[in-house]
């Protein structure tokens, strides 16, 4: 950005244009506008902010859309599903002390384990497929019992 400086000598405003080089600021307009560019911008619009230093958007208007968007529908359906994941890993988790466990469906059901959600899945050599939530794995051995998993790497 070119950088402002004022003419000693008349007092007007000139910009700064290369080391040691000085032409005339071409209008006052210019010089309001990079004036404006170092101000702060509200995080809603971009517009510049005039008034307190700690203001975060322009307007009151600005101010609700955003946090309008922030509770927006696309939003808390993300939450929801990650908040779906986690409960599922917690669960895992809880149902898994010691790294490898066998439990039925029955116990994942009654604790509210949703078993369309997961995170990835993994084929072993065999074949057999786990279905991870995080770091938290099932297998599913006959559909009545599972085999629970811990994982310890992230895998691509
Ligand atoms: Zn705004």
Known sequence: MAQITFCCNFGRDWIRSGV???????????????????????????EPIIGRADK???????????????NSDATNFVRNINNILRKNRRILEELNPDGKARV????LS?????????????????GNIYRFCYDQGYMSMDNEYYTLVVRQEYVE
């Open 20 to 46: 040691g080089h000085f032409r005339k600021c071409p209008t006052p307009d210019l010089i309001q506008s990079l004036e404006l560019m170092k101000k702060k911008q509200c995080i809603e619009c971009g």
């Open 56 to 70: 975060r958007f322009c307007s009151d208007q600005c101010r609700s859309a955003h946090n309008n968007r922030l």
């Open 104 to 107: 039925h469906r029955d116990r």
């Open 110 to 126: 009654e604790k509210g384990f949703k078993f369309s959600y997961f995170t990835n899945e993994y084929r072993t050599k065999s």
